[in-house]
């Protein structure tokens, strides 16, 4: 009788002790999901600038100063107001009959986006601009870590920005007068 309330009682505190680690531990995770580390960051920099290119349309910064004159005139991602989610899905699925290009290799061949087929695509007379390369889920979650936190809502940039956008004190941040 006894043994069975204390083995009722240890239970209990195994079950308490369990549940306040994985509290612990799903607090933990959601915090390292919000706050990418600054490897992250410069890995989202350096897909926005070689892999994505993103910046032949939105310039290196991200302020829509395209650097390739052939490229379609890109957003100006620094004035953008697109929650993470939705930069993910816009990166993902682009824009179409917009110029923005697609850059999930599976877009408009499943239903990932809005449920929409390239045959839907030309049905409604949407032109879809190729990737220069395609980018898997862990580097567009890398990108969006590094555009969350230093392009997407930034404003325009100045020589501290400059210097936190890369990292380091580098040329063109000479560039900027403050
Ligand atoms: C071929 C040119 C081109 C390339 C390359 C390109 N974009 Fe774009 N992007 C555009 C254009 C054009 C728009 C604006 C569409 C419109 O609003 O009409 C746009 C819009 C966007 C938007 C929407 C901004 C908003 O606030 O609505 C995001 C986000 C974006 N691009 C991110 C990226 C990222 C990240 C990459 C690289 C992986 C990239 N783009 C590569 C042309 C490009």
Known sequence: MTKGISNRRGWWVTVCAVSGLLLTMTTGAELLAQEPTEADIASGRRLFHQKGDCQACHGWSGNGDK???????????????????????????????REMPAFDRMSYKDDRCLGRTQADLDRMGLELTDPGATLQNREIERLADFLMSKVIGKGEMDRAACIDFWGEDVDVCGDFRQ
């Open 67 to 97: 650097l390739d004159s052939q490229a379609p005139d890109g957003a100006d991602l620094r004035a953008s107001t697109l929650d993470r989610e939705q930069l993910i899905f816009v990166i993902k699925c682009g824009l179409p009959g």
